[in-house]
């Protein structure tokens, strides 16, 4: 270790339990390895995310991350590992991201991915630290690299990597400290936690239904989808064109302007 790192790892020390932890985690991350914006997130599932560092550098319309925070982290590829308990470390996210997730409305909608929505255009690439704290509860500290500076190469993600037990350590010591971070509970039983989901199409749709609606969301394709439930794509296209009857919709972008709606009234 040379006397850098040891000063921003102490400096790391310094900062658990301080709203500087997401600061003094980037200055140690920054070191050798370069990012455009960062940002850090609790996760829970009975409660709204919180974000615990906005390293967005002011580039995130506001609006955008009060609807991400009401409930587009829903069809974040990284609340959905955390959800599934998904190891820890250090990951692309497109690794953990559903087969059709980069043509999927999330993907894509400068009002609800943050990222998206920054100056820096649609391809940015997206590397985060899963940390898990408790069952279903864990928090991602997020690297984001501009689409003009390409993705992280593996030189870099060693790097990360190597500092990934600095990164875990350093928030579990938060969370002892701070467990209590903002965020209400929801009140709803484990069944209908992701609300969202839930307000949008309850009465309208199965549970069934609306589990395969928010496979759809999330980004997932139909071959996908019926790998994860273990029934043929043929079954999969009825129950989608069922759910389409129901919600009196043509296609997954009619869908996603459902939740896009249902965030937009949730926010105002």
């Known amino acids: 270790m040379n006397p850098q790192d040891a000063s921003r790892i102490a400096d790391v020390i310094?900062?658990?339990?301080?709203?500087?932890?997401?600061?003094?985690?980037?200055?140690?991350?920054?070191g050798d390895v370069r990012f455009d914006m960062s940002c850090g997130y609790l996760f829970r599932f009975d409660r709204p995310a919180v974000l615990l560092h906005d390293g967005y550098n002011g580039r995130?319309?506001?609006?955008?991350?009060?609807?991400?925070?009401?409930?587009g982290y829903?069809?974040?590829?990284?609340?959905?590992?955390?959800?599934?308990?998904?190891?820890?470390?250090l990951w692309r996210m497109s690794d953990l991201a559903p087969d059709s997730f980069l043509s999927s409305g999330f993907a894509l909608s400068p009002d609800l991915?943050?990222?998206?929505s920054s100056t820096h255009g649609t391809q940015v690439e997206e590397v985060g630290y899963i940390v898990p704290l408790q069952t279903r509860i864990a928090v991602v500290f997020s690297l984001m690299r501009a689409e003009n500076h390409g993705p992280f190469p593996e030189a870099d993600m060693r790097r990360l990597q190597t500092?990934?037990?600095?990164?875990?350590?350093?928030?579990?010591?938060?969370?002892r400290l701070r467990p209590e971070e903002p965020g209400e509970p929801t009140g709803m039983p484990d069944s209908q936690l992701e609300s969202a989901f839930v307000d949008i199409l309850q009465g309208q749709l199965t549970d069934a239904q609306r589990y395969i609606a928010k496979l759809l969301l999330q980004g997932h394709s139909n071959a996908s989808i019926a790998h994860l439930l273990g029934i043929s794509e043929g079954t999969v296209k009825v129950h989608k064109h069922n759910i389409y009857q129901r919600l009196q919709i043509s296609s997954n972008a009619d869908l996603f302007r459902l939740f896009i709606d249902y965030i937009a009234q949730s926010t105002r």
């Not at 829903?74 to 470390?89: I, R, S, T």
């Not at 500092?163 to 969370?175: G, M, R």
């Open 163 to 175: 500092l990934a037990p600095v990164v875990s350590a350093a928030f579990q010591a938060h969370w």
């Open 113 to 116: 991915h943050p990222c998206i």
């Open 14 to 30: 310094g900062a658990v339990g301080t709203s500087h932890l997401g600061q003094s985690l980037c200055a140690l991350l920054a």
């Open 74 to 89: 829903l069809l974040d590829p990284f609340y959905v590992a955390c959800m599934n308990e998904h190891p820890a470390g």
């Open 60 to 71: 995130v319309p506001a609006r955008t991350l009060n609807a991400y925070l009401r409930g």
